[in-house]
């Protein structure tokens, strides 16, 4: 070959038949004598090929080394060699499946086998295209025995793979590729991920021990193929069915490169349903889709339709037997538990309990709601809520407890919280948290008295925005308590609530409310018919036995059911026990034990303050001792305790029928409003006659006290009918001083005009001739003498003359003053002399002119009106005038013997010392203030006046020793100020 002599036109095909002879024995060989080839040789189109070919490596790293190499190659060129022209398309071939054309490497590996036919590498290659194809049934048979190379034990296992995709087939593929990794191409490896993919992928490889096999299978064949998003599908399921994870696995499913693929279609909308996720679209018509629909249908918003729910159950049941529920155990569970839930809503009964194993926890919880609410399956879940209950099905019976109770014995502790997020997941954790709300706003709504009917209404429309069986769980509650709320006011309307619910979970409690209605309309013998066979598991049955046994005057057997109900119910939430206490009260205060009455109401108000009605009715008794000595003119005597802690309180004005109560009881506290807003709230709960006339007299009286006897008088007016006695001597003493304030006011002068007419008449009838003027004089001052005595009021005259018609109980001593008294004046009318002692009622005028004019008239005829009066006496009248006629000295000169008896005088101690106070400040005379002894009735200071009075003497005394230079003397005397008003600033001022 190295021969310069030889000529390539002449001795090229002996060349080529050399070279293709050398290239049957291996292209290594032919490649060292081809080395050697002369410059004219080496360059002719043919041994270019030759060359190229005898380079061809194993294995290319890229498409590119692939695709130059064959353009380097062409068949034709090598046709006088056969191997060397198959080898040649063969490379053709190994570059149209790195370039991605499967069928060109089919076609181009056929043409080797013509070329060459039988000849291994091109069977080789020809069944490799031919797996692109993804048609091995077509596939050439393989060489057996294969080759001992290891591309040929590749082949056979990709082969094996193609025909049976399998997980042990794959398996087996995997295991011939990481024999000699080194020597796999790309798209080699690319293959092999496709075909096994055929084999891991679809839903039949997972059933049964299947799963964990596969995802094995799986990471081993991407430590040799490299990552592939098919990958995740094995993982997912795993997560999925074997560790429970759906929300790893929906994560995992939802990669946007992994969600591309075709097969993660359906996966994800079972993981959706496993991890309890709301399904991102309108559901399908398909099997998944009726578990879908059911879904959004229990954990949305309630939209009532039953025939709608019964339809939707059946396609769940139907979804269970199709082949998602066989390979992923967890959906049965969710199934079951979609099933459970429309069977609730549908009015189905219990389809058992507990679900299965791999039921996710959000199922497990679905179905615990469920099962309550057919009302039947309560008792199960009793024992589900022990620690051996999945946490779902526990909060569930929380929820239950909190509403209605256990059905039997006491409730399992502890009740656990609802789980959270991470347990439920998000959509059933939604409807968790939208109800954590519930309770606090039920309670607040059952508990604000105010408004309680639009707190419920506005609770009510909170509930409308929960899910279907967290609606219907509170629903009865809901019309339990709107019927209890109504009953007293409209007890037809909460009748016919309480009659729709005498199924479900409140029964028992409608039938006690049914019973107490019965008892309010006067019907106690139909109360048996309600109770009969009732459990005495809610305190409201048991208050209202006792309260139908009181009512039929069995008062021992209610006594026993009060008994019962403090034993069994009285530490329990609810106003029955308190309802109970109250009328256990009433049973001892029927039976006349006023003291064992009062001190169980005292009692029930110590456990709870704000029992109004308990407060009520305490008030009631004691305001009934009250009354009674009211209305017999005796001094109301009553503890602080019970007046300032009950009646005072403004709780009895919670009860309706206690605003009678609180009317009498402002009334005999002297501390109402207006008596005519006594007498409007009294009349609201009391009716009759008798009652009005008797808080008539209560009211008179306090306004007798108050110094208002003009209204005393208007709230006794006689009405035509026979007054009481008690009420006849009221009127009689009101109208009696009414009377004395209209008689002390100075009479008006007699017309003098008419006088002297009247006495010429006389004259000129008979004395025509003046003969005795004298006489003339005495008619003329007696004429004036009757004139005045005109002037009495005739309402007076009729008030004596009613007395003396019909007069009082002798024994009566107040009446009897009072009646000599308006005699004593109106007779007094006839004498001028008398007419001075009159006006002393006039003191106690409302006006001040008035009080002025008749100290002023009293004064001026003191001396002839107060003979026998004792000096204190004396003093104390002189006082009193002083002071409303503004006599400063008489006023001090009454002092000096009042000083020390102030205390036993019928006045106002402090209010006199205070007059004279103000005489001691506007002559800047401190040292009675500061240096003298105070009277006992101030001397402790108590009267806020008095101190501040006292305070502020002792400041202007400290002004007048500061200005006089006796600055010592200033400054322990503003020390004194201060100590005196620091009680009337406050701590700190």
Request: glycine share 6%; charged share 25%; with cysteine.
């Amino acid at each position: 070959m190295a021969d310069p002599t030889l000529n390539r036109e002449v001795h090229l095909q002996y060349v080529c038949a050399l070279l293709a002879r050398l290239y049957d024995r291996g292209p290594a060989v032919c490649a060292r004598v081809l080395a050697n080839a002369q410059r004219g040789l080496a360059g002719s189109p043919e041994l270019k090929v030759v060359a190229a070919l005898v380079t061809v490596p194993p294995t290319f790293r890229a498409a590119a080394d692939a695709a130059a190499l064959a353009r380097r190659c062409p068949p034709d060129k090598v046709a006088f060699a056969p191997r060397m022209q198959a080898d040649a398309w063969l490379l053709a071939a190994r570059a149209e499946e790195w370039a991605g054309r499967p069928h060109q490497a089919v076609v181009h590996a056929e043409t080797a086998l013509k070329a060459l036919p039988g000849y291994p590498p091109a069977l080789c290659w020809r069944v490799r295209a031919g797996l692109w194809e993804g048609h091995p049934e077509h596939l050439p048979a393989l060489p057996d025995p294969l080759p001992p190379d290891l591309a040929w034990q590749r082949l056979r296992a990709q082969s094996d793979l193609a025909r049976n995709p399998s997980v042990a087939a794959a398996e087996a593929c995997v295991t011939a590729l990481r024999a000699a990794p080194n020597t796999v191409e790309d798209p080699e490896r690319a293959l092999l991920a496709g075909l096994l993919k055929a084999a891991l992928v679809p839903p039949e490889r997972w059933a049964g021990t299947a799963l964990p096999h596969c995802a094995e299978v799986t990471r081993a064949a991407e430590r040799a193929v490299g990552p592939q998003a098919w990958m995740q599908i094995p993982y997912a399921l795993e997560e999925l069915v074997l560790q429970g994870q759906a929300e790893a696995a929906l994560a995992r499913l939802q990669r946007q490169e992994v969600a591309a693929l075709k097969e993660t279609g359906v996966l994800r909308r079972v993981a959706r349903l496993v991890a309890g996720v709301k399904p991102t679209r309108e559901p399908p018509a398909d099997a998944l889709g009726a578990l879908e629909a059911a879904q959004l249908r229990l954990l949305s918003p309630d939209v009532p339709g039953e025939a709608e729910d019964v339809d939707l159950r059946q396609r769940v049941a139907a979804a269970r037997e199709e082949r998602w529920c066989r390979w992923v155990p967890a959906l049965e569970g969710v199934c079951l538990a979609l099933e459970a839930g429309l069977a609730a809503l549908s009015g189905g009964g219990s389809i058992g309990w507990p679900l299965p194993d791999a039921a996710p926890l959000w199922a497990v919880w679905l179905a615990a709601r469920a099962e309550l609410l057919t009302w039947d399956g309560v008792a199960p879940l009793v024992a589900l809520a022990h620690a051996a209950c999945p946490p779902a099905a526990r909060a569930a019976a929380g929820t239950w407890w909190t509403l209605y109770g256990w059905p039997e014995g006491d409730p399992p502790a502890p009740v656990d919280p609802a789980p959270s997020a991470s347990e439920l997941g998000p959509l059933a954790q939604a409807v968790v948290e939208a109800e954590r709300e519930l309770p606090d706003g039920w309670a607040a709504a059952r508990t604000e008295p105010a408004d309680r009917a639009e707190g419920l209404t506005a609770w009510e429309a909170r509930l409308a925005q929960q899910t279907s069986l967290v609606a219907r769980m509170w629903t009865p509650a809901l019309r339990y308590r709107q019927a209890t709320l109504v009953a007293a006011s409209e007890p037809a309307q909460a009748t016919e609530r309480l009659h729709g619910l005498l199924s479900g979970p409140v029964a028992d409690l409608a039938r006690s409310q049914l019973a107490l209605l019965d008892l309010a309309a006067g019907h106690p013998e139909d109360v048996d018919g309600w109770l009969d066979g009732v459990a005495d598991r809610w305190p409201a049955i048991v208050y209202a036995r006792a309260l139908a046994a009181a009512r039929r005057g069995e008062a021992a057997r209610a006594a026993g059911h009060l008994e019962a109900l403090e034993t069994r119910f009285g530490k329990c939430v609810s106003a029955y026990p308190a309802a109970g206490r109250r009328l256990g009260a009433a049973l001892a205060e029927r039976a006349g034990d006023g003291r064992l009455a009062r001190e169980r109401l005292e009692a029930a108000l110590a456990d709870d303050p704000a029992d109004a009605v308990a407060a009520a009715r305490l008030s009631r008794i004691v305001i009934h001792s009250g009354y009674a000595a009211a209305l017999e003119g005796r001094e109301v005597v009553e503890s602080t305790a019970a007046w300032s802690g009950v009646a005072a309180s403004g709780r009895p004005r919670a009860v309706t029928w206690a605003r009678a109560y609180r009317a009498v009881e402002l009334a005999l506290r002297g501390s109402e409003p207006e008596p005519a807003w006594v007498l409007r709230e009294f009349q609201a709960g009391v009716r009759g006659r008798a009652s009005t006339l008797a808080i008539r007299q209560v009211l008179a009286r306090g306004r007798l006290a108050a110094g208002a006897p003009a209204e005393a008088r208007s709230l006794v007016a006689g009405d035509g009918d026979q007054p009481p006695p008690w009420l006849t001597r009221t009127r009689f003493v009101v109208e009696a001083w009414h009377q004395l304030t209209q008689l002390w006011r100075p009479a008006p002068p007699p017309d003098e005009r008419a006088v002297q007419a009247e006495v010429d008449r006389l004259r000129r009838e008979n004395d025509p001739r003046g003969e005795d003027p004298e006489i003339w004089s005495v008619v003329t001052q007696a004429l004036r003498v009757q004139a005045l005595s005109e002037c009495v009021s005739p309402a007076a005259r009729r008030a004596l003359a009613e007395l003396d018609a019909a007069p009082p109980n002798n024994a009566d001593e107040v009446v009897k003053r009072w009646h000599a008294l308006v005699g004593l004046a109106v007779d007094g009318r006839h004498s001028p002399l008398n007419w001075p002692a009159l006006t002393l009622p006039g003191l106690w005028s409302e006006r001040d002119e008035e009080r002025r004019a008749a100290a002023e008239a009293l004064a001026a005829a003191r001396n002839g009106q107060a003979d026998g009066w004792s000096a204190v006496q004396r003093a104390a009248l002189d006082a009193v005038l002083a002071c409303e006629s503004k006599a400063d000295d008489a006023l001090l000169a009454a002092y000096q013997t009042l000083e020390q008896e102030l205390d036993q005088l019928p006045v106002d101690g402090p209010s006199l010392w205070l007059k004279l106070a103000t005489v001691w400040f506007g002559r800047r005379n401190w040292q009675p203030l500061i240096a003298g002894t105070l009277p006992d009735c101030v001397a402790d200071l108590a009267h806020p006046r008095v101190r501040q009075v006292v305070g502020l003497a002792y400041g202007c005394a400290a002004a007048d020793a500061g200005a006089q230079g006796r600055m010592r003397e200033a400054l322990t005397l503003t020390r004194q100020a201060r100590a005196h008003l620091q009680p009337l600033l406050g701590e700190g001022d």
